[in-house]
């Protein structure tokens, strides 16, 4: 009989975590480490599969910034690498290593040591809510993009069922073309 693998895309997980769960144990790395291992099994489940069948987890993710920034407006420095962001991200990795059949890929973080608005703050300029000349450092991040996780993702499931869990979140049209189904086990958030 064949086995069942899930992959997980980690920032997609995490920013529809805390949409789904709210902020219940979102910066409680071993709870969210739990909560992917009990989805994956709730997949099992709705396909009729004994936990048994289980392969492997795969979580996609990428290690958190560890460098120090200039901000844009006030000219400060933030050590990312010091936030709790970034102790969050690396203690949920070190929890997703410690649990039974979870594979962690990491890709890595591609940084150009530039900020970008954030497209709400762009939101707020466009209807008049916001104007250029009460722009601070809150209206910005860093201009990051994660590579080689694709890349992994493309390799570990070439050829396999595809079943999409968008946690409740909308999809594109044109990725069903690229699906075999779609299900969500989590709550619907509300």
Do not use: N
């Not at 920034?69 to 420095?77: A, L, R, T, Y």
């Amino acid at each position: 009989m064949s086995r069942t693998a899930i992959l997980v895309d980690g920032a997609f997980f995490l920013a529809r975590y805390r949409k789904v769960y709210g902020e219940r144990d979102a910066g409680d790395a071993r709870a969210v480490a739990k909560t992917v291992f009990g989805m994956a099994l709730e997949h099992l489940k709705a396909v009729d599969r004994p936990r048994e069948q289980l392969y492997r987890i795969f979580f996609y993710d990428c290690p958190p910034l560890e460098k120090s920034f200039i901000k844009p407006v006030s000219g400060d420095s933030i050590d990312f690498g010091g936030t709790g962001a970034a102790a969050f991200r690396r203690e949920l990795h070190d929890q997703l290593r410690r649990q039974r059949k979870m594979a962690l890929r990491l890709g890595r973080l591609s940084e150009r040591g530039e900020w970008q608005l954030k497209r709400s703050a762009y939101q707020q300029l466009r209807d008049g809510s916001l104007r250029w000349d009460d722009l601070d450092d809150g209206h910005f991040e860093p201009d990051m993009r994660q590579t080689q996780v694709d890349m992994k993702i493309g390799i570990d499931y070439e050829g396999i069922d595809f079943i999409l869990d968008p946690m409740w979140q909308g999809i594109a049209p044109d990725l069903h073309e690229h699906i075999d189904g779609l299900q969500s086990v989590c709550p619907r958030p509300s």
